[in-house]
């Protein structure tokens, strides 16, 4: 059996306008000036409080807190509304490797455990996923320990694992664990900052990426 490792926001929904306006509410509640989007993107894939961290350095540790804790009230406010589309064709993409009988699928993601659950019964993906690993039980994103964790539970070894992930942190966690990384360029990190970061391949769109994992799992 083989696993593919899946990052969430940037890679299966599309999450950045529910990511701005929570980080802009929580920055204005504690009294600064929002940020530009694609600040705020930059720093997707990170656990909060060291993106929070990044975003707001100058500020002091109870700053931050409120920062983060601002950060979860309004992305669940938002998420309640309206739920964080799937990328068109990931659905098709779970679809078809879920049908494989030699790959295993599950999720490294620097979602909350509560924010993954919430996104995978809101698209109806319950059971699709052998490994849930999330920021609240790990180091944040490019350490290894969701990789590693995931493998362990699965029973595979980093030879026959690929992560899957539209930011650099995420290619860089597949390297620090061993296994290949694959970029996705609808994501939030540019391409070339995927491909400096060591990923083997960056796919266009979700057919050429359920392709190049078939051929990686052949």
Known sequence: MK??????????????????HAMSHAFVAAGLAPLPQSQVLGIVGLSLPVAVARLAPGTDEPTQSRI???????????????????YPGARDCLDALSARDDLLLAVATGKSRRGLRAMIEAHGLEGRFVSLQTADDHPSKPNPSMLEAALAESGTDAGSAVMIGDTAFDIEMAVAAGMPGFGVAWGYHPVAALHDAGAALVAPDFPALTAAIT????
Do not use: C, N
């Not at 983060?68 to 589309?85: I, L, N, T």
């Open 215 to 218: 051929e990686w799992a052949a």
């Open 3 to 20: 696993l593919v490792i899946f990052d969430v926001d940037g890679t299966l929904v599309d999450s950045q306008h529910h990511i701005h």
């Open 68 to 86: 983060v804790q601002g950060y979860k009230d309004s992305f669940m406010s938002a998420r309640k509304a309206a739920p964080a589309p799937l």
